[in-house]
């Protein structure tokens, strides 16, 4: 059997091992060098799971045919546009995880501009602190919004179903790995950050203020926010003690899991003044 073959015939063994795997060492890395303390235990915590075990299922209710089944049909009879161009297997898989990255980080940009899909999105957002499970927080419109581009995406590309394994596998443990509270040395941080996102590139991402939420949009490769003028290099405040989250959502009793489940589906709460650390503009509502 040859290595692509096997890939294919473990691919949601190895899929849910690599995402274990990542889950558990950064858990433990965390724990061991914090950068904020945002991973010791808290409520937040549950509700982040609790996000993670409900996307699991409906997803696989609602989208029982996923990305790698839908490579393996179309690339099998050579539709999309890599069937056009007839390019060597290890090029497909390469630009594969390349565009889809592109597509990750455009789709991104969307959920923060467009306002009805800021709703979706805003439910990662209001998260009051940063760690790994941050990166399983996601509501479960914004996880079917994201796998219908995917669907698309992965039809029109034609696209070799061991990229989409290699690319479903890089961008689950990038959002963990991005997540993490922990932070490289300086010495080392410009140069991991020149190729690939790291927490600290992300947790600006994650600020209150709008303008640093509004930017650093990269998943997995941080060439993207470069390229398209979105990067900011480090926020204003140092980013072991700025704020996380929405200035409008800042009540833990208003972030448990029914509450994240709803919230799509509220308008934002009227901020009142907001203290000097939150002053900045609210983020965007509908």
Same mark, same amino acid.
Do not use: C
């Given at each position: ?59 696989? !209710? ?109 961008? *689950? ?62 926020? !204003? ?30 308008? *934002? ?16 509502? *509908?």
């Amino acid at each position: 059997m040859n290595p692509s073959d096997w890939v294919m015939q473990h691919e949601a063994a190895l899929r849910l091992g690599s995402f274990v795997a990542v889950l558990g060492a950064l858990a433990i890395a965390e724990r061991i060098w914090p950068a904020r303390g945002d991973a010791r235990p808290a409520r937040r915590q549950l509700a982040n799971l609790g996000l993670m075990l409900i996307n699991t299922g409906l997803l696989r !209710l609602v989208f029982p045919v996923l990305a790698v089944a839908v490579a393996m049909s179309v690339h099998s009879r050579g539709g999309g546009l890599f069937g056009l161009l007839g390019l060597p297997a290890w090029l497909e898989i390469g630009l594969t995880v390349l565009v889809m990255d592109a597509a990750i980080y455009a789709q991104h940009r969307l959920l923060h501009t467009v306002p009805l899909l800021w709703r979706m999105h805003r439910v990662h957002h209001t998260d009051l602190g940063f760690d790994v499970t941050l990166g399983v927080r996601f509501h479960p419109l914004e996880m079917a919004f994201s796998m219908g581009i995917k669907l698309t995406l992965v039809y029109l590309l034609g696209a070799p179903a061991l990229g989409v394994v290699a690319f479903e596998i890089l961008l *689950a443990a990038a959002s963990l790995f991005t997540h993490a509270d922990f932070a490289f040395p300086p010495r080392v941080e410009p140069w991991l950050r020149a190729a690939v996102v790291t927490p600290s590139m992300h947790r600006t991402h994650h600020s209150v203020l709008r303008h640093e939420t509004d930017s650093n949009y990269g998943f997995l490769l941080s060439a993207w926010d470069r390229l398209f003028g979105s990067y900011t290099p480090r926020p !204003l405040r140092p980013e072991r003690e700025m704020p996380i989250g929405l200035s409008q959502w800042r009540t833990p009793d208003g972030l448990g899991l029914p509450a994240l489940l709803l919230q799509p589906f509220r308008a *934002a709460p009227v901020a009142g003044p907001a203290p000097a650390r939150f002053a900045d503009k609210e983020t965007p509502d *509908a």
